[in-house]
């Protein structure tokens, strides 16, 4: 078996490994394998490909190397900017049913970091000319956005469409209400435009997408909506859920991503709720949709909190001590507009008042938020709640025991009753097992500086950061 039947081999074993949809994200498209003596050599086109692929796929590389050439070879990695360049050369010329036929316009050539040879199975980029021209419609970049972790992996997802290195299509972003999938999705076009001066990249809400369509109906302009869309090189549609229910959009929807991914263009899409969730838009386009990327996007931890903050400060003028920014960034754990309306309203307090904001003012500020924002949440349902999420008998979080399986949801539930209940500590204690208020004020300030170290409790046997535990209890706290 010759070099090149070993690499072809490789490739199909791997795939097979760890599934075409993941192999297609991170080898399919702009990687060079090559072996020499012991030694596999993988080039990528980044840094951050590298750091990934290194972190999440090394041991499927070394056994799939083992099986391949019957000995362990080491894996070596090589950032080759070159192989960023398309080698065909020639303009490409997509039709789809009776749609019209969209040429994209010819690459100029770069000068290469350095010359290699590119493997046959890379997928084609945009073919259009980078430009560093900034659009000027375009107000959120990448640079705005605070990256942690519960948003890095979309947030670097997102740069690589960006920058046409994202292979898989559609691309289908998820999260809870205000944790910025419509600034990635803007940052996307933004920066898609930056590189390609001369694509086309359509944003659009899922609203404005329904509206245009009934428009383009009653209008008989049904041609021109359609190469609006189809013609994209880049669509983008945000708030799909909107759509549940809509059967001729969907249906619209549908062919139009058909259209798009069979030309190879990039479909990106964003929701509220998972996959799983979104069965009232037809299982032809979840089907569709499962045959793409996912990637979730979470509320922010502390430390995104915390930052989000200081840039919301800074866009106000209206500076707060670390130490309030902290108090705010622990106690307000939703999205950033959550956080902007905490800041608006202590700002507000602050000017009616006409004094300095103080830790007391942020204190009251933000249990009255508390209290208006949520429904009446007693000590019972928070009992509930964490017996159904870390899986224990109510009597066991009551009891003397001091497991940790027991220790750490109980201290949790303390902290959620001082946060969600108006309960004093002596009642707290003594609903949690007729435990002394010091009990209570310990496992509170426990539970505090385990979040602002990122620490990490055990739910169902697994680790998990106390924030997505906290997390976790609350989602199960509004939908009892």
Same mark, same amino acid.
């Given at each position: 078996?010759?070099?090149?039947?070993?690499?072809?081999?490789?490739?199909?074993?791997?795939? /097979?490994?760890?599934?075409?949809?993941?192999?297609? !994200?991170?080898?399919?498209?702009?990687?060079?394998?090559?072996?020499?003596?012991?030694?596999?050599?993988?080039?990528?086109? *980044?840094?951050?490909?590298?750091?990934?692929?290194?972190?999440?796929?090394?041991?499927?590389?070394?056994?799939?190397?083992?099986?391949?050439?019957?000995?362990?070879?080491?894996?070596?990695?090589?950032?080759?900017?070159?192989?960023?360049?398309?080698?065909?050369? %020639?303009?490409?010329?997509?039709?789809?049913?009776?749609?019209?036929?969209?040429?994209? +316009?010819?690459?100029?050539?770069?000068? =290469?970091?350095?010359?290699?040879?590119?493997?046959?199975?890379?997928?084609?980029?945009?073919?259009?000319?980078?430009? $560093?021209?900034?659009?000027?419609?375009?107000?959120?970049?990448?640079?705005?956005?605070?990256?942690?972790?519960?948003?890095?992996?979309?947030?670097?997802?997102?740069?690589?469409?960006?920058?046409?290195?994202?292979?898989?299509?559609?691309?289908?972003?998820?999260? +809870?209400?205000?944790?910025?999938?419509?600034?990635?999705?803007?940052?996307?076009?933004?920066?898609?435009?930056?590189?390609?001066?001369?694509?086309?990249?359509?944003?659009?809400?899922?609203?404005?997408?329904? *509206?245009?369509?009934?428009?383009?109906?009653?209008?008989?302009?049904?041609?021109?909506?359609?190469?609006?869309?189809?013609? =994209?090189?880049?669509? !983008?549609?945000?708030?799909?859920?909107?759509?549940?229910?809509?059967?001729?959009?969907?249906?619209?929807?549908?062919?139009?991503?058909?259209?798009?991914?069979?030309?190879?263009?990039?479909?990106?899409?964003?929701?509220?709720? +998972?996959?799983? /969730?979104?069965? +009232?838009?037809?299982?032809?386009?979840?089907?569709?949709?499962?045959?793409?990327?996912?990637?979730?996007?979470?509320?922010?931890?502390?430390?995104?909190?915390?930052?989000?903050? @200081?840039?919301?400060?800074?866009?106000?003028?209206?500076?707060?001590?670390?130490?309030?920014?902290? &108090?705010?960034?622990?106690?307000?754990?939703?999205?950033?507009?959550?956080?902007?309306?905490?800041?608006?309203?202590?700002?507000?307090?602050?000017?009616?008042?006409?004094?300095? &904001?103080? $830790?007391?003012?942020?204190?009251?500020? !933000?249990?009255?938020?508390?209290?208006?924002?949520? @429904?009446?949440?007693?000590?019972?349902?928070?009992?509930?709640?964490?017996?159904?999420?870390?899986?224990?008998?109510?009597?066991?979080?009551? *009891?003397?025991?001091?497991?940790? =399986?027991?220790? /750490?949801?109980?201290?949790?539930?303390?902290?959620?009753? @001082?946060?969600?209940?108006? =309960?004093?500590?002596?009642?707290?204690?003594?609903?949690?097992? $007729?435990?002394?208020?010091?009990?209570?004020?310990?496992?509170? @300030?426990?539970?505090?500086?385990?979040?602002?170290?990122?620490?990490?409790?055990?739910? *169902?046997?697994?680790?998990?950061?106390?924030?997505? %535990?906290?997390?976790?209890?609350?989602?199960?706290?509004?939908?009892?």
């Amino acid at each position: 078996m010759d070099d090149t039947q070993q690499i072809a081999g490789f490739r199909s074993l791997l795939a /097979e490994r760890i599934g075409n949809q993941r192999y297609e !994200l991170w080898f399919g498209g702009q990687t060079r394998l090559s072996c020499s003596g012991n030694v596999l050599t993988i080039g990528i086109t *980044s840094a951050f490909i590298r750091d990934w692929i290194r972190q999440h796929f090394i041991q499927e590389l070394k056994s799939t190397c083992t099986a391949v050439y019957g000995r362990q070879l080491k894996v070596a990695f090589e950032v080759d900017g070159s192989l960023l360049l398309d080698t065909n050369g %020639a303009p490409t010329s997509v039709t789809s049913g009776n749609e019209l036929a969209v040429e994209s +316009p010819q690459p100029k050539q770069a000068t =290469a970091i350095r010359k290699t040879t590119r493997d046959t199975s890379d997928h084609p980029q945009p073919h259009h000319a980078p430009s $560093r021209e900034v659009p000027a419609n375009d107000q959120l970049s990448f640079d705005s956005i605070v990256v942690g972790n519960g948003n890095r992996f979309a947030v670097n997802s997102a740069q690589m469409i960006s920058q046409g290195l994202h292979q898989a299509s559609p691309v289908l972003f998820w999260g +809870p209400t205000g944790v910025g999938k419509t600034h990635l999705l803007r940052a996307v076009r933004g920066s898609y435009r930056q590189t390609y001066a001369k694509a086309r990249a359509v944003y659009l809400t899922a609203e404005q997408f329904t *509206s245009g369509f009934i428009e383009a109906l009653r209008a008989s302009g049904l041609a021109n909506f359609r190469q609006k869309c189809r013609g =994209a090189d880049l669509f !983008l549609l945000d708030d799909i859920h909107f759509m549940a229910g809509k059967r001729a959009t969907l249906e619209e929807l549908f062919h139009t991503i058909d259209s798009l991914t069979m030309a190879s263009r990039k479909v990106v899409l964003a929701s509220n709720r +998972p996959l799983g /969730e979104l069965q +009232p838009l037809g299982m032809e386009l979840v089907s569709r949709l499962s045959a793409g990327a996912i990637c979730e996007i979470g509320p922010p931890d502390y430390a995104m909190r915390r930052q989000i903050l @200081r840039q919301q400060c800074e866009a106000m003028s209206f500076p707060l001590e670390s130490g309030l920014l902290e &108090a705010i960034a622990t106690q307000v754990t939703a999205g950033a507009r959550e956080l902007q309306g905490a800041l608006n309203r202590i700002q507000l307090t602050s000017q009616v008042h006409k004094q300095a &904001a103080c $830790r007391a003012m942020v204190d009251e500020v !933000l249990n009255d938020l508390t209290q208006q924002n949520t @429904r009446t949440v007693r000590l019972n349902d928070i009992q509930k709640a964490i017996c159904d999420v870390f899986g224990v008998e109510p009597a066991g979080l009551r *009891s003397e025991v001091k497991a940790r =399986a027991l220790t /750490e949801p109980r201290m949790l539930a303390m902290w959620l009753a @001082r946060k969600y209940t108006r =309960a004093p500590w002596s009642e707290i204690g003594q609903f949690f097992g $007729r435990r002394s208020h010091s009990t209570v004020i310990s496992a509170h @300030r426990r539970v505090e500086r385990l979040m602002n170290q990122q620490g990490t409790v055990a739910v *169902s046997d697994k680790t998990c950061r106390v924030e997505d %535990a906290i997390r976790r209890v609350e989602v199960a706290l509004r939908t009892a």
